[in-house]
């Protein structure tokens, strides 16, 4: 479990992150969101020991970040896919994934097995001695990603992991993401990616130098947004919009093409007294959805609202 | 230090330019200072020693005198002597003539028709005698054939102890060099690829990591020393051998040089380097800085060219030290003020 207790870093007068404070529980996916310059890669790199926070603490399995004698156990036990896949591009992607089994200290048969399977899932194990410098960016990435996992960490975190990927690639890669919830890994990504957020993480965190709202990526919207229901009928009549106002249970009412966009207070409830009301006016009733708001909705609203 | 190994493997031309330059300033540039050396340079080694003069030469005639008695273990002071054998004896001041005289001190004194063999002269005209296994200081010598012990040097014993002095330095200046491209790089380089953030990530300690940075610059260095420095010492035999009549090298001096002087100066090349990489941002400052590095090492070259230092064994024994304890001392600051967030995040 990774818990994090008003963590803060700052640069000189700029502060990166303050008072970032969340408990991610094991094998669950969580994802930070926020604009560039958010905080989130400090954040990352605090919670794999690479810098010290100003103030604050956080603890990974009981180890706590931020002391010399923990920070090896902490960087043992993580994976890490920085922003760029960072390789040694004149070596092979054999040698890639070899060296960081051997930094990890991993047994030699056990790395060459690793590294045999992934490769071979990748599709590059003919290629596995040609220099990656001569990789497209995709395949680099994809490697890059089986570098943070030669060592079978318990949390991994992955900066952007999709960020160069087709959509074929990101596909993969957030499947192999899920893979590995399901092993019990616990994951913890940075991205902008807000789709990809909203199909594979279990939390998320709007973050803009501070933690803004932290949820589950559905949980989010319906907390922020009203629910709004949209019915599609063939013809609107012109005074419906003002009858239909009048109506204790909508809050508000819209028209929007042949569409009438309306807010009400408990759909489930609420939603069979307007069909009855509207059938009773004599309009014909082609289909009722309710809207849904994405993850997108949710993030540019509060990341406004943080800007003040 | 094997993943930086086999990413230097990949570069040809710094491999070629790391065996190039060793092979160039520690092989081609001696040979070309010794080939002349040795067919100039006459081979002569002339009998001398200080303030010898000599007039005329011996008569053909001059044979070993007649005696009648011997003298052993006697001091004589003022005396003219004739016609004695004399063992260890001192004289000073004494007119010695038609003796022979074995294993004596003389001073101050004139010899005639005698013979020497194992003795000491000062100060001391010899007339019409020979002598060999001579010891001596300001001595006449008329119509003599001496021959002494301490041979004046000859212009080639003369030059080669300060040729080989410069070369060796070459030896010294060489892996001190050699690796600071790659040392400088070391770090820094990786910091601009990108590729240092999941390094510094690893489990692996601040030590391992400098140790790795600096035996992957140290050892093709050092490697390619010695083979310029083996190719060097077999030519310049090959070369000397004739004119010397025997190898000299490599010495002792030579030795000690390449096993204790030309590592330690090598590690501090390397340590100052990985040191300057992991404090810099940007590639060319860090090679620039590294110019610097090798600053010692051309001090003590200085040293020797001007005549100043002499680098005998001992020496290089006290160099070498010097150079240990100073790496010691850089390989823990170095660990001590390597700080993986500044090496991340400072771009200034």
Same mark, same amino acid.
């Given at each position: 479990?990774?818990?994090?207790?008003?963590?803060?870093?700052?640069?000189?007068?700029?502060?990166?992150?303050?008072?970032?404070?969340?408990?991610?529980?094991?094998?669950?996916?969580?994802?930070?969101?926020?604009?560039?310059?958010? /905080?989130?890669?400090?954040?990352?790199?605090?919670?794999?020991?690479?810098?010290?926070?100003?103030?604050?603490?956080?603890?990974?399995?009981?180890?706590?970040?931020?002391?010399?004698?923990?920070?090896?156990?902490?960087?043992?036990?993580?994976?890490?896919?920085?922003?760029?896949?960072?390789?040694?591009?004149?070596?092979?992607?054999?040698?890639?994934?070899?060296?960081?089994?051997?930094?990890?200290?991993?047994?030699?048969?056990?790395?060459?097995?690793?590294?045999?399977?992934?490769?071979?899932?990748?599709?590059?194990?003919?290629?596995?001695?040609?220099?990656? /410098?001569?990789?497209?960016?995709?395949?680099?990435?994809?490697?890059?990603?089986?570098?943070?996992?030669?060592?079978?960490?318990?949390?991994?975190?992955?900066?952007?992991?999709?960020?160069?990927?087709?959509?074929?690639?990101?596909?993969?890669?957030?499947?192999?993401?899920?893979?590995?919830?399901?092993?019990?890994?616990?994951?913890?990504?940075?991205?902008?990616?807000?789709?990809?957020?909203?199909?594979?993480?279990? *939390?998320?965190?709007?973050?803009?130098?501070?933690?803004?709202?932290?949820?589950?990526?559905?949980?989010?919207?319906? /907390?922020?947004?009203?629910?709004?229901?949209?019915?599609?009928?063939?013809?609107?009549?012109?005074?419906?919009?003002?009858?239909?106002?009048?109506?204790?249970?909508?809050?508000?009412?819209?028209?929007?093409?042949?569409?009438?966009?309306?807010?009400?207070?408990?759909?489930?409830?609420?939603?069979?007294?307007?069909?009855?009301?509207?059938?009773? *006016?004599?309009?014909?009733?082609?289909?009722?959805?309710?809207?849904?708001?994405?993850?997108?909705?949710?993030?540019?609203?509060?990341?406004?609202?943080?800007?003040? | 230090?094997?993943?930086?190994?086999?990413?230097?493997?990949?570069?040809?031309?710094?491999?070629?330019?790391?065996?190039?330059?060793?092979?160039?300033?520690?092989?081609?540039? #001696?040979?070309?200072?010794?080939?002349?050396?040795?067919?100039?340079?006459?081979?002569?080694?002339? $009998?001398?020693?200080?303030?010898?003069?000599?007039?005329?030469?011996? #008569?053909?005639?001059?044979?070993?005198? $007649?005696?009648?008695?011997?003298?052993?273990?006697?001091?004589?002071?003022?005396?003219?002597?004739?016609?004695?054998?004399?063992?260890?004896?001192?004289?000073?001041?004494?007119?010695?003539?038609?003796?022979?005289?074995?294993?004596?001190?003389?001073?101050?004194?004139?010899?005639?028709?005698?013979?020497?063999?194992?003795?000491?002269?000062?100060?001391?005209?010899?007339?019409?005698?020979?002598?060999?296994?001579?010891?001596?200081?300001?001595?006449?010598?008329?119509?003599?054939?001496?021959?002494?012990?301490?041979?004046?040097?000859?212009?080639?014993?003369?030059?080669?102890?300060?040729?080989?002095?410069?070369?060796?330095?070459?030896?010294?200046?060489?892996?001190?060099?050699? #690796?600071?491209?790659?040392?400088?790089?070391?770090?820094?380089?990786?910091?601009?690829?990108?590729?240092?953030?999941?390094?510094?990530?690893?489990?692996?300690?601040?030590?391992?990591?400098?140790?790795?940075?600096?035996?992957?610059?140290?050892?093709?260095?050092?490697?390619?020393?010695?083979?310029?420095?083996?190719?060097?010492?077999?030519?310049?035999?090959?070369?000397?051998?004739?004119?010397?009549?025997?190898?000299?090298?490599?010495?002792?001096?030579?030795?000690?040089?390449?096993?204790?002087?030309?590592?330690?100066?090598?590690?501090?090349?390397?340590?100052?380097?990985?040191?300057?990489?992991?404090?810099?941002?940007?590639?060319?400052?860090?090679?620039?800085?590294?110019?610097?590095?090798?600053?010692?090492?051309?001090?003590?070259?200085?040293?020797?060219?001007?005549?100043?230092?002499?680098?005998?064994?001992?020496?290089?024994?006290?160099?070498?030290?010097?150079?240990?304890?100073?790496?010691?001392?850089?390989?823990?600051?170095?660990?001590?003020?390597?700080?993986?967030?500044?090496?991340?995040?400072? $771009?200034?």
């Amino acid at each position: 479990m990774i818990i994090c207790d008003r963590l803060t870093k700052t640069f000189g007068s700029i502060k990166a992150i303050q008072d970032f404070s969340l408990e991610i529980p094991d094998g669950c996916i969580f994802g930070l969101l926020g604009p560039n310059g958010a /905080g989130k890669t400090t954040t990352m790199r605090m919670l794999c020991c690479l810098i010290q926070p100003t103030s604050g603490e956080a603890q990974i399995d009981s180890y706590e970040i931020g002391k010399k004698e923990s920070a090896q156990k902490i960087r043992g036990m993580i994976g890490l896919l920085p922003e760029v896949p960072g390789l040694y591009e004149t070596l092979g992607a054999y040698k890639n994934l070899d060296y960081y089994g051997q930094f990890y200290g991993v047994p030699k048969q056990r790395r060459e097995e690793s590294i045999r399977t992934t490769l071979t899932n990748l599709g590059l194990w003919d290629r596995r001695n040609e220099p990656v /410098g001569g990789f497209s960016k995709g395949m680099k990435q994809k490697i890059a990603i089986a570098r943070a996992l030669i060592h079978d960490p318990k949390y991994i975190f992955l900066d952007e992991p999709t960020a160069s990927l087709d959509p074929a690639a990101a596909k993969i890669v957030r499947e192999y993401i899920l893979e590995l919830k399901n092993r019990g890994n616990t994951v913890l990504i940075n991205t902008h990616n807000l789709t990809e957020a909203e199909r594979i993480c279990d *939390q998320v965190a709007l973050v803009k130098n501070r933690i803004v709202k932290v949820g589950n990526p559905k949980g989010l919207a319906r /907390g922020l947004f009203a629910r709004t229901i949209s019915i599609t009928m063939q013809k609107i009549p012109p005074s419906l919009l003002k009858d239909i106002s009048s109506l204790d249970f909508v809050s508000q009412a819209q028209i929007k093409g042949n569409q009438l966009v309306l807010n009400v207070r408990d759909p489930e409830v609420d939603n069979p007294q307007v069909i009855s009301w509207l059938i009773q *006016q004599g309009v014909p009733v082609q289909f009722v959805s309710e809207e849904e708001h994405s993850l997108e909705d949710v993030y540019m609203k509060l990341i406004e609202e943080a800007d003040g | 230090m094997r993943k930086d190994l086999d990413e230097f493997k990949k570069q040809k031309l710094v491999i070629g330019s790391i065996i190039a330059m060793p092979i160039v300033l520690g092989v081609v540039l #001696p040979l070309v200072m010794f080939v002349p050396l040795v067919t100039i340079v006459p081979l002569e080694r002339p $009998w001398d020693v200080d303030g010898l003069l000599q007039i005329g030469n011996l #008569p053909d005639d001059g044979s070993v005198p $007649w005696t009648n008695q011997t003298l052993e273990n006697v001091t004589f002071n003022q005396t003219v002597i004739k016609n004695k054998t004399l063992k260890n004896v001192i004289l000073t001041n004494c007119i010695i003539v038609s003796c022979v005289l074995e294993n004596s001190t003389i001073r101050d004194s004139s010899v005639q028709n005698s013979s020497l063999s194992s003795s000491s002269l000062i100060n001391v005209t010899v007339i019409h005698s020979k002598g060999s296994g001579l010891d001596g200081r300001s001595i006449l010598a008329v119509s003599s054939d001496l021959m002494f012990t301490k041979t004046k040097p000859s212009e080639i014993d003369q030059v080669l102890p300060l040729m080989f002095n410069m070369v060796l330095m070459i030896f010294i200046i060489i892996p001190a060099t050699l #690796p600071t491209i790659i040392a400088t790089y070391s770090i820094v380089g990786e910091k601009n690829n990108r590729s240092l953030e999941p390094l510094l990530a690893t489990p692996t300690t601040d030590g391992e990591l400098l140790a790795g940075k600096i035996f992957s610059a140290f050892i093709p260095s050092m490697g390619s020393t010695l083979l310029a420095f083996s190719l060097g010492v077999t030519l310049l035999d090959v070369v000397l051998v004739p004119k010397v009549g025997y190898p000299l090298l490599p010495n002792l001096t030579w030795i000690l040089s390449i096993v204790l002087l030309a590592p330690t100066a090598c590690l501090m090349s390397v340590l100052a380097c990985v040191l300057v990489s992991s404090k810099v941002s940007d590639v060319r400052a860090a090679q620039q800085l590294g110019g610097f590095i090798v600053m010692p090492v051309v001090v003590l070259m200085l040293g020797v060219l001007s005549g100043f230092i002499f680098l005998s064994p001992i020496m290089i024994v006290v160099f070498a030290g010097l150079f240990g304890c100073l790496d010691l001392g850089l390989f823990y600051f170095a660990k001590a003020i390597f700080n993986r967030e500044n090496i991340l995040t400072k $771009w200034t």
